[in-house]
């Protein structure tokens, strides 16, 4: 009399094998039972007036006019006659007089602006007022004529 080939280990492995293949069957069967139609109206969802999705059609009693005119897609174009002033007022936030650049905070818009030495009228030291105006440099606006207010 022989032993048997299989050990242990392997009779495991198999069985656990085969349980999963059941488990996995099983779950294949119960979703199918769980599925449903499938129709087009199960897959349509509306959007409403508040920009939020739902499955139920808007009421058609809450319609509003729209004019194509109101709605704005680009943005606004400005008006030519409008003059802007070239010269903005900011603070400095930062200057390195060693490297010999640092940036403005614009007061109207809130942007930082580069600003190098070479472009600086005056001395100018971190939380000056400056007034200065915009061109664009090679990374992006650049502050020139920039002077320290008195």
């Known amino acids: 009399m022989?032993?048997?080939?299989?050990?242990?280990?392997?009779?495991e492995v198999r069985n656990k094998k085969e349980k999963k293949r059941k488990?996995?069957?099983?779950?294949?069967?119960?979703r199918k039972d769980n599925e449903k139609s499938g129709s087009l109206d199960d897959m349509i969802a509306y959007v409403d007036e508040h920009g939020n999705?739902?499955?139920?059609?808007?009421?058609?009693?809450?319609?509003?006019?729209?004019?194509?005119e109101d709605i704005e897609v680009s943005v606004p174009k400005s008006d030519p006659n409008e003059e802007v002033d070239p010269v903005r007022k900011?603070?400095?936030?930062?200057?390195?007089?060693?490297?010999?650049?640092?940036?403005?905070?614009?007061?109207?818009?809130k942007e930082s602006v580069f600003v190098h030495i070479n472009n600086v009228l005056e001395d100018i030291k971190e939380g000056?007022?400056?007034?200065f105006e915009v061109e664009m440099g090679q990374k992006g606006p650049t502050a020139v004529k920039v002077k320290q207010m008195k």
């Open 2 to 11: 022989g032993r048997s080939q299989e050990t242990f280990n392997k009779k």
């Open 23 to 30: 488990d996995k069957e099983k779950k294949r069967l119960a």
């Open 53 to 68: 999705i739902t499955d139920t059609p808007p009421d058609p009693s809450k319609k509003e006019e729209v004019n194509l």
């Open 90 to 109: 900011g603070t400095v936030t930062f200057f390195n007089d060693s490297k010999g650049y640092g940036f403005i905070r614009d007061s109207e818009t």
């Open 128 to 131: 000056n007022l400056v007034s």
